[in-house]
C-alpha cells in the first residue's frame, strides 16, 4: 500500500447521510456568497451520487498561440496540491471505490465522481483544493506534456479520422475559437510551459467562474451544509470579459482533401448552424435536432435508407448535431464509400445533396416525423435512467450560460415542431454558403 502525504480533513466518510422518501425529481439550486453556484437533483433509485465540479473554461477562450492550455491544465491539476502528493487524490477516490474522471471541451472543464452518498465529503474536500491550491510544479509539467503530446499522436496526427476532423473543424469555423482543437496544436504544446498554466489557472478557477451539480440518492439538506463547509471559504475573483464564439453566418464554400492511410475513400460534409444559445429561437434548434434525427439518425433516415442500404452507395454514413455550445455549432455528415463502388468522392458527394434537396422540396410526412421524434425523445428518457448524464447536461447547460431548467422543458418544446419548421430549417441552413467538405482519400489514390 503507498504511504500518503495526505492532510485531507476526511479520508474514509463524513457526517452520516440519512435515507428519506423524496420525490426523484425534486432539484434545487443554490448559491454561495462567493458566486459558486449549486444543483443538487435528489434520484433515490440507487444508493449512490455523483458529484460534478464544472468550470466555465475551455479551449474557445484560450489565445492564439497558447491553444491547449484548458486539456493541459486538467491534466496537471492531478500532479499535487497543498493536501495531496501527485495521483493522490486519484487513489484516495479508488480507496473508495469511485469512479472519476475529467474533460475538456470547447467551453468548459468539468471533474467529476460517482460514489456512494456518505463519501461525497471527500469529494468535495479533493475538488475544493485541486481547484485552489494545484502546484502545477515545472518538473511535474515536463513529464505530463509528453503524455499529451502522445495522447495528441494517437488520436489526432497518427489517426486519419482524427486528423481529417480536425482539419475539418479548423475551415468550418473561419472566424471564431471553435476551430481551435481542444487538445492544442502541437506546435502551441512544444512550446507551451508550466507558468502559462499557472498564469490560466489563477484567471479561470474560481468559485464564480464554477457550477458543482450533484445528483443521486441526497438531499439539499445534507449537501449544502457539506458544500459551505468546502467551497465556502474560497474567494472569488475577478474574470476576464467572455465573448461567445460567433460564425460567419455564410463563411462561403470550402473543401480540403487529404492522403491517408485507409482501405476506403470517406467524405466528411459540414454546415454552419445556430446553437441553443445562438439560435433565433428554440424551436429552430429543436427543429435542426430533428433534421440530424431524419437525414442519418437512424436506420430509416433519408441518408441510411436511400445511399446505403438501397444504393449500397456508403459501408457506413451518420450525421451529429450539437446544439449544446456556448456559441455556434455544426451539423457534420460523415460517410465512407463501399470499396466496390467506382465513383468519385465528388459524385457521392453529389448524391448526398440530391437527398438534401429533395428534404427541402418534400417535408416529411407524419409517419416518418413521428418516428424520428419518438427515436429522440427515448433518447433523452433513457440519458435520465443515470445519474452521471442527468448531472452531465445540467453541467453542460450550466455551463454554456443557460439554465438547467431547459432540459425539463426538453420533451416539450420537441413536441411542438411540425414538418414545415424542419424544411424551413432545411432551406435555410443547409445551403453550399454553410457548408465546409474533407475529402479523405487512401493513399497513392487518384480521385
Not at 2 to 26: D, E, K, R, V, W
Not at 81 to 101: M, P, W, Y
Not at 237 to 244: M, W
Request: net charge negative; with cysteine; aromatic share 6%.
Amino acid at each position: 500500500m503507498n504511504i500518503y502525504c495526505s492532510a485531507l480533513l476526511l479520508l474514509s466518510g463524513l457526517m452520516p447521510m440519512m435515507a428519506f422518501t423524496a420525490s426523484a425529481s425534486t432539484t434545487h439550486e443554490f448559491s454561495l456568497d462567493n458566486g459558486l453556484k449549486v444543483v443538487v437533483r435528489e434520484d433515490h433509485r440507487a444508493p449512490v451520487a455523483t458529484s460534478q465540479l464544472w468550470i466555465k473554461v475551455g479551449s474557445s477562450q484560450e489565445p492564439p498561440g497558447q491553444s491547449g492550455l484548458s486539456h493541459a491544465l486538467e491534466h496537471m491539476l492531478y500532479q499535487g496540491s497543498s493536501k495531496t502528493c501527485a495521483g493522490e487524490a486519484s487513489a484516495i477516490l479508488e480507496r473508495l471505490g469511485a469512479e472519476e474522471n475529467a474533460v475538456t471541451s470547447n467551453d468548459y472543464t468539468a471533474y467529476y465522481q460517482t460514489l456512494a452518498p456518505d463519501h461525497l465529503g471527500v469529494a468535495f474536500e479533493l475538488m475544493a483544493d485541486l481547484m485552489t491550491t494545484a502546484h502545477l510544479r515545472t518538473e511535474s509539467f515536463a513529464t505530463e506534456i509528453e503524455v499529451i503530446k502522445q495522447e495528441r499522436r494517437e488520436h489526432t496526427d497518427d489517426a486519419p479520422q482524427g486528423l481529417a476532423m480536425e482539419r475539418l473543424q479548423a475551415i468550418a469555423f473561419p472566424s471564431s475559437a471553435h476551430a481551435t482543437p481542444t487538445i492544442g496544436w502541437m506546435h502551441d504544446l512544444q512550446r507551451m510551459s508550466a507558468t502559462q498554466l499557472r498564469e490560466w489557472y489563477q484567471r479561470w478557477y474560481a468559485p464564480n467562474n464554477a457550477t458543482l451539480v450533484i445528483v443521486g440518492d441526497v438531499s439539499l439538506g445534507q449537501i449544502k451544509p457539506l458544500v459551505e463547509r468546502y467551497f465556502g471559504d474560497i474567494p472569488r475573483k475577478t474574470l476576464p470579459q467572455v465573448y461567445a464564439p460567433l460564425e460567419l453566418a455564410e463563411p462561403g464554400e470550402r473543401k480540403i482533401a487529404l492522403s491517408q492511410a485507409i482501405h476506403a475513400p470517406q467524405l466528411l460534409m459540414s454546415f454552419n448552424l445556430p446553437s441553443l444559445t445562438t439560435a433565433p429561437d428554440r424551436r429552430t434548434v429543436q427543429a435542426l435536432r430533428l433534421l440530424d434525427i431524419l437525414l442519418a439518425g437512424s436506420n430509416s433516415a433519408r441518408l441510411k435508407k436511400h445511399l446505403q442500404f438501397n444504393e449500397d452507395l456508403f459501408s457506413q454514413i451518420s450525421s451529429g448535431y450539437d446544439p449544446f455550445n456556448r456559441g455556434d455549432s455544426l451539423l457534420l455528415l460523415s460517410a465512407q464509400l463501399n470499396s466496390h463502388q467506382r465513383i468519385s468522392l465528388d459524385q457521392a458527394q453529389a448524391r448526398i445533396w440530391q437527398v438534401i434537396e429533395q428534404l427541402k422540396t418534400t417535408p416529411p410526412d407524419p409517419e416518418e416525423l413521428e418516428r424520428a421524434r419518438t427515436l429522440l425523445i427515448a433518447s433523452q428518457v433513457y440519458q435520465q435512467d443515470s445519474i452521471s448524464e442527468q448531472a452531465t447536461r445540467m453541467g453542460t447547460l450550466e455551463s454554456i450560460g443557460l439554465s438547467w431548467r431547459l432540459m425539463e422543458e426538453d420533451i416539450e418544446t420537441l413536441n411542438q415542431v411540425s414538418a414545415k419548421d424542419i424544411q424551413q430549417a432545411a432551406v435555410t441552413y443547409l445551403t453550399r454558403q454553410r457548408m465546409s467538405v474533407a475529402h479523405l482519400m487512401p493513399e497513392n489514390s487518384h480521385e
